[in-house]
């Protein structure tokens, strides 16, 4: 199974699809790896493993700038989508 996050940020390899400036990360979170031909693990077997952790920040999911400022913290404030792979993973094996 392959996850796949695009976004205008930096800091991941840069889309292979013809929209300029946009970034693409990708994680590889099934019992075995993609597309290969030897039952290779990989690595996503546990809860709450950072590897296969994707933390969304809200201003990339939705543009609306307050109105009103707010302080916060950095991971109490702008982390607030959290997606476990071995979640996902789990619910599509118990459906097959």
């Given at each position: 199974?392959?996850?796949?996050?695009w976004?205008?940020?930096?800091?991941?390899?840069?889309?292979t699809?013809?929209?300029?400036g946009?970034?693409?990360?990708e994680?590889?979170?099934?019992?075995?790896?993609?597309?290969?031909n030897t039952?290779?693990?990989?690595?996503?077997?546990?809860?709450?493993?950072?590897?296969?952790?994707?933390?969304?920040?809200?201003?990339d999911?939705?543009?609306?700038?307050?109105?009103?400022?707010?302080?916060?913290?950095?991971?109490?404030?702008?982390?607030?989508?959290?997606?476990?792979?071995f979640?996902?993973?789990?619910v599509?094996?118990a459906k097959?």
């Open positions: 199974m392959l996850a796949r996050l976004t205008p940020l930096g800091g991941s390899v840069l889309s699809n013809a929209t300029a946009v970034h693409v990360t994680w590889d979170f099934g019992t075995i790896q993609y597309n290969n039952p290779t693990p990989t690595g996503c077997d546990a809860l709450n493993n950072p590897a296969f952790q994707i933390l969304i920040p809200i201003i999911a939705f543009y609306d700038p307050p109105t009103v400022a707010v302080v916060c913290t950095w991971n109490s404030c702008w982390y607030k989508f959290g997606i476990d792979l979640e996902l993973q789990q599509v094996v097959n």
